[in-house]
């Protein structure tokens, strides 16, 4: 009676020893992610309640727990402005108990999080913002930088637009980090690929007006008109040089990035013939099709990349913390650089030590009307670039994450 008595009184200890062990795998009880988007700016469409539904969807398709413990989605507006998207990061930390940062439309505000991030030992997924230096000069060990960026944008669109003939370039620019990064890596490989950049021009974000941009576009004579800009400066951009014939004239269009809801905005008939680059596509196949369109009833639009990506980090960071038995930032970063990136829209993707996800890209046309054979067929895959062709080489980079 005593060895039994014995026996049950070490299941119970041990009972709870374990339990405890549980319980401190998750810091707080809960693994929480703060959705931190444009809601009320010129990125809304391209990111914003999509990006919230996107993580949604991504927690739906992995479990609502991870370990046993609830995962939390949360969502702020940082209103394309640095100071309000600080604030709001602080104040998760602070208070809201947030693990992990995701989405971040606007480089500028992107590289302020990824600075905290890095003090405060917690984990950035971006998928919203484009600066290439966020994995280069400034790269962080608790930066996943999952989508796309101003490297691979301006090599693939630029290297195929110089191949058809577009040797001489214009830029029209937004002039913060992003528009200025993407100028500056476009540039690289016109001249490398030998063209030539005869000029541009910079904007302030959220411009209406782009009459007097497009005509001294217009009359800059070059091959390429190429907009280094996003969201609804983007389809004013686009929309007003159509309007001022600079397609009829012979100049090519190229929007260094572009998404499909931009297309939308700006019609087909407006923006036919227009190049882009993009990391995803919701109509590549059966798995795309019906993932897009559970979104779509969700939010009435079809996804875009900076959507499907937040879908995709989210899905590989809950992932990591299963495979890592903790949400510990540096063992979940661990495992993330183990696995494969493997989603609806990610096959065999990886993340390199600096934070950069290796994932293939897709050169892309947008069709004209008549070519278009129900609504949101926008584009045309011209061709798949592997991440290894399409972004940054260990070699070129200046990350001293990569130089162990």
Known sequence: MRGLLACAMLAAMTSAAMTSAATAQVSDDAVRIGVLTDLSSWGRDNSGPGSVEAAKMAVEEFGPTVLGKPIEIISADHQMKTDVGVQIVRGWFDNGKVDAVVDIPNSGIAIAVHNMVRERNKIALLSGPGASSLTDELCSPNTVHFTYDTYALSKVTASAVIKEGGKSWYFIT??????????????????????????????PTNTADFSSFALQAQSSKSDVVAFANAGQDTDNAIKQSGEFGLVQGGQKLVGLLMFDTDVHAIGLKAAQGTYMTTASYWNMDEATRAWSKKFYERTKVMPTMIQTGVYGSVLHYLKGIKAAGTDDPAKVMAKMRELPIEDVFVHGGKLREDGRVIRDMYLAKVKTPEQSKEPWDYLEIIKTVKGEDAFRPVSESKCPLLKK
């Open 174 to 203: 937004a002039d913060y980090a992003f528009g200025q990064q993407l100028e500056k890596d476009a540039t690289r490989f016109i001249n490398e690929m030998g063209g030539k950049v005869l000029g541009g021009v910079k904007h």
